[in-house]
C-alpha cells in the first residue's frame, strides 16, 4: 500500500500561484510513477499531469502547459505541483496519484492504483 497526503492548496486570486505538495509513504517511492489529476464541481476527473520515477520525464495536459510545473524529491518522498498564473477555471480538488513505474506516461485515472484525498484550489476572479 502506498498513503498519499496532499497539501498546500487553498484561495488564490486569477494570476497567483501555488504549490501543491503529495507524501508518501508506505513503499519504496522510487518504484512509483506520479500523477496529478484535479476535479470541478459536476466534472469529471481530469489529468493534469505526471512525472516517471527519477523525475527527469514530465508531461502535461494542454490546458496547463506552460503554467504547471510537476517536480518530485527521491529524498524526501515528495512530488511537487508547481502552478502559475492560475485562472479561475483552475479551480478544483487536486489529487496526486501513484502508480507502480512502468516506464510510460499515463494519462487515465484507472492507470493509477493509490489516491490521495485531495486537496481544494479555488481561484477567484
Known amino acids: 500500500q502506498v498513503q498519499l497526503v496532499e497539501s498546500g492548496g487553498g484561495l488564490v486570486l486569477a494570476g497567483g500561484s501555488l504549490r501543491l505538495s503529495c507524501a508518501a509513504s508506505g513503499r519504496t517511492f522510487t518504484n512509483y510513477e506520479m500523477g496529478w489529476f484535479r476535479q470541478a464541481p459536476g466534472k469529471e476527473r481530469e489529468f493534469v499531469g505526471g512525472?516517471?520515477?527519477?523525475?527527469?520525464?514530465?508531461y502535461y495536459a494542454d490546458s496547463v502547459k506552460g503554467r504547471f510545473t510537476i517536480s518530485r524529491d527521491n529524498a524526501k518522498n515528495t512530488v511537487y505541483l508547481q502552478m502559475n498564473s492560475l485562472k479561475p477555471e483552475d479551480t478544483a480538488v487536486y489529487y496526486c496519484?501513484?502508480?507502480?513505474?512502468?516506464?510510460?506516461?499515463?494519462?487515465?485515472?484507472?492507470?493509477?492504483?493509490?489516491w490521495g484525498q485531495g486537496t481544494q484550489v479555488t481561484v477567484s476572479s
Open positions: 512525472v516517471d520515477w527519477f523525475g527527469d520525464t514530465t
Open positions: 496519484a501513484a502508480r507502480p513505474a512502468r516506464g510510460r506516461g499515463a494519462s487515465q485515472a484507472y492507470e493509477y492504483d493509490y
